[in-house]
């Protein structure tokens, strides 16, 4: 039998096996839980870096747009309508003066889900 005809007759969970005995002849037993926790570590960052850049693009983008998706409430606010004014502020909404305060949450939502 030649190596092709080999190859073609080994299926995905058994190419897992094999993987798994070279690594634990090629690491060994007891380095190979250590491999694993290193590899884990690197995966980690990799995802908090990935997430971190995210963040910094849709921060970048809302910046260059000039309007916030998100409202930016600096601290705690007395009433109902100043919490509606400092968020439609945020948001850019200038408008507001003469509006209900449902009138002003409909806008606000409007503006968030755009």
Not at 29 to 37: A, E, V
Not at 53 to 75: L, V
């Given at each position: 039998?030649?190596t092709?005809?080999?190859?073609?007759?080994?299926?995905?969970?058994?190419?897992?096996?094999?993987?798994?005995?070279?690594?634990?002849?090629?690491?060994?037993?007891?380095?190979?839980?250590?491999?694993?926790?290193?590899?884990?570590?690197?995966?980690?960052?990799?995802?908090?870096?990935?997430?971190?850049?995210?963040?910094?693009?849709?921060?970048?983008?809302?910046q260059?747009?000039?309007?916030?998706?998100?409202?930016?409430?600096?601290?705690?606010?007395?009433?109902?309508?100043?919490?509606?004014?400092t968020?439609?502020?945020?948001?850019?909404?200038?408008?507001?003066?003469?509006?209900?305060?449902?009138?002003?949450?409909?806008?606000?939502?409007?503006?968030?889900?755009?």
């Amino acid at each position: 039998m030649s190596t092709p005809a080999l190859l073609m007759n080994i299926a995905g969970s058994e190419w897992i096996i094999i993987v798994l005995l070279g690594l634990v002849l090629l690491f060994g037993t007891k380095k190979l839980p250590q491999f694993s926790r290193s590899i884990g570590k690197a995966m980690g960052e990799y995802e908090k870096a990935r997430e971190m850049f995210r963040r910094e693009m849709e921060n970048a983008t809302q910046q260059a747009t000039g309007i916030s998706k998100t409202p930016n409430i600096n601290g705690p606010v007395a009433t109902e309508r100043e919490k509606l004014e400092t968020i439609a502020a945020s948001l850019g909404i200038d408008d507001y003066a003469g509006l209900s305060d449902e009138d002003l949450r409909t806008l606000i939502t409007k503006r968030m889900a755009n």
